[in-house]
């Protein structure tokens, strides 16, 4: 009998990832996209896009995005990205995204689309509002992952159902043009409890660039005082800190900060929880939450606005992200047109 499976793709492991320049970062994107680009930027090749095509989706000021794009390059710069070793670019620079998501157009289905829940949560009641752009965002997505051949795509929780979409459309594309193997299956790169920040205003809702509170949110720019007050207000419940992880269970708030502690202290729920467990919240554990934070933010911050002080060295890093990027779309999309049948074949 024959092997009816789909050849499994033989290339090397490779990583793509990318943030839209819509508004200031937040320790959501920190701790589950920047501080895993980083930590990956050593075991493999990696691909850090700005996606700027992506955030036009919704209404960004022109020159608002131009500095915004700037903003979040030297956020990945910050946070320890090397230009050495991590190509770091902007997605407009790289036409090639926009021509192989045309064809991915053509591969996806209007029903995959239609499941998106993201589209769904930004929409609301207004679909008929929404840019057409918004709507086939997730399939710029997949462009952006497989013109690379992306093996590794490091993301918060909230991107796993567009993931599985660009395995779907990479799983098709090699399917209906018998190219089996052609592009990855790309697998995410979300576990730790570091990959689901929630507000800090209501523990059911994702900590987001989005939401009209700037208190549900720590910026990557807010100051100290900022961040000790935000962490003092948080909303936690009556109860003191459970003694154990099963106890953070109906309990978002309290499991929120207890996960974010563990995050950026490099520890599980469990250990934080024998430090702090069975005590108030505002007893030790907010302040020690606190000062950790502004530890581990600071840096960061002072050296985001020394790159910002020289915007010149940004764009440098920019450009020269953007030409190696294209030396690697290229011939991969050059291959996917002829598969395809593009003249001249
Ligand atoms: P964006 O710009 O909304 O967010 C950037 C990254 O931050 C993660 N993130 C979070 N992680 C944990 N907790 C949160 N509250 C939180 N909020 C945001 C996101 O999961 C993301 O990793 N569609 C993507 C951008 C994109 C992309 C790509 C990502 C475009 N093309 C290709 C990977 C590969 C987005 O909207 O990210």
Redesign the pocket.
């Given at each position: 009998m024959t092997d009816q499976r789909p050849a499994a793709y033989a290339g090397p492991k490779r990583v793509?990832?990318?943030?839209?320049p819509?508004g200031d970062l937040?320790l959501?994107?920190y701790?589950?996209?920047l501080v895993k680009f980083v930590a990956l930027q050593d075991e493999m090749e990696g691909l850090y896009?700005v996606?700027d095509q992506?955030a036009i989706t919704q209404w960004q000021e022109p020159a608002k995005l131009t500095a915004q794009t700037r903003e979040i390059a030297a956020a990945y710069l910050a946070a320890g990205l090397d230009p050495a070793k991590a190509i770091i670019f902007p997605q407009s620079a790289v036409p090639q995204h926009t021509e192989l998501a045309w064809i991915f157009q053509c591969v996806a289905r209007v029903g995959w689309l239609d499941r998106m829940t993201q589209f769904k949560d930004k929409v609301g009641k207004h679909k008929e509002r929404a840019s057409v752009g918004l709507y086939t965002?997730p399939v710029?997505?997949a462009a952006?992952?497989l013109l690379y051949k992306a093996t590794h795509?490091?993301?918060?929780?909230?991107?796993m159902q567009?993931l599985e979409l660009t395995r779907d459309i990479a799983a098709k594309f090699n399917h209906d043009f018998d190219a089996p193997g052609f592009f990855p299956l790309a697998q995410p790169v979300a576990e730790g409890p570091?990959?689901?920040?929630?507000s800090l205003r209501d523990g059911g809702a994702?900590?987001?660039?989005s939401d009209s509170s700037d208190q549900s949110r720590i910026n990557l720019t807010d100051d100290a005082d900022a961040i000790a007050a935000k962490i003092r207000k948080a909303k936690t419940d009556a109860e003191p800190l459970p003694q154990t992880v099963e106890g953070l269970a109906g309990r978002p708030e309290a499991d929120n900060l207890v996960g974010i502690f563990a995050a950026l202290s490099g520890q599980t729920k469990a250990q934080v929880l024998e430090t702090f467990g069975g005590q108030g919240f505002g007893q030790n554990f907010k302040p020690a939450l606190a000062d950790l934070l502004i530890a581990r933010l600071a840096p960061v911050s002072a050296r985001m606005r020394g790159f910002l002080a020289d915007p010149g060295q940004i764009d440098q890093i920019l450009a020269d992200g953007a030409e190696r990027a294209r030396a690697l779309a290229e011939p991969v999309l050059t291959e996917t047109r002829r598969i395809v049948g593009f003249w001249p074949g």
């Amino acid at each position: 009998m024959t092997d009816q499976r789909p050849a499994a793709y033989a290339g090397p492991k490779r990583v793509f990832s990318g943030v839209q320049p819509s508004g200031d970062l937040h320790l959501g994107n920190y701790l589950g996209a920047l501080v895993k680009f980083v930590a990956l930027q050593d075991e493999m090749e990696g691909l850090y896009c700005v996606v700027d095509q992506h955030a036009i989706t919704q209404w960004q000021e022109p020159a608002k995005l131009t500095a915004q794009t700037r903003e979040i390059a030297a956020a990945y710069l910050a946070a320890g990205l090397d230009p050495a070793k991590a190509i770091i670019f902007p997605q407009s620079a790289v036409p090639q995204h926009t021509e192989l998501a045309w064809i991915f157009q053509c591969v996806a289905r209007v029903g995959w689309l239609d499941r998106m829940t993201q589209f769904k949560d930004k929409v609301g009641k207004h679909k008929e509002r929404a840019s057409v752009g918004l709507y086939t965002y997730p399939v710029l997505q997949a462009a952006d992952i497989l013109l690379y051949k992306a093996t590794h795509v490091p993301v918060g929780e909230d991107q796993m159902q567009h993931l599985e979409l660009t395995r779907d459309i990479a799983a098709k594309f090699n399917h209906d043009f018998d190219a089996p193997g052609f592009f990855p299956l790309a697998q995410p790169v979300a576990e730790g409890p570091g990959a689901r920040i929630m507000s800090l205003r209501d523990g059911g809702a994702k900590m987001s660039k989005s939401d009209s509170s700037d208190q549900s949110r720590i910026n990557l720019t807010d100051d100290a005082d900022a961040i000790a007050a935000k962490i003092r207000k948080a909303k936690t419940d009556a109860e003191p800190l459970p003694q154990t992880v099963e106890g953070l269970a109906g309990r978002p708030e309290a499991d929120n900060l207890v996960g974010i502690f563990a995050a950026l202290s490099g520890q599980t729920k469990a250990q934080v929880l024998e430090t702090f467990g069975g005590q108030g919240f505002g007893q030790n554990f907010k302040p020690a939450l606190a000062d950790l934070l502004i530890a581990r933010l600071a840096p960061v911050s002072a050296r985001m606005r020394g790159f910002l002080a020289d915007p010149g060295q940004i764009d440098q890093i920019l450009a020269d992200g953007a030409e190696r990027a294209r030396a690697l779309a290229e011939p991969v999309l050059t291959e996917t047109r002829r598969i395809v049948g593009f003249w001249p074949g």
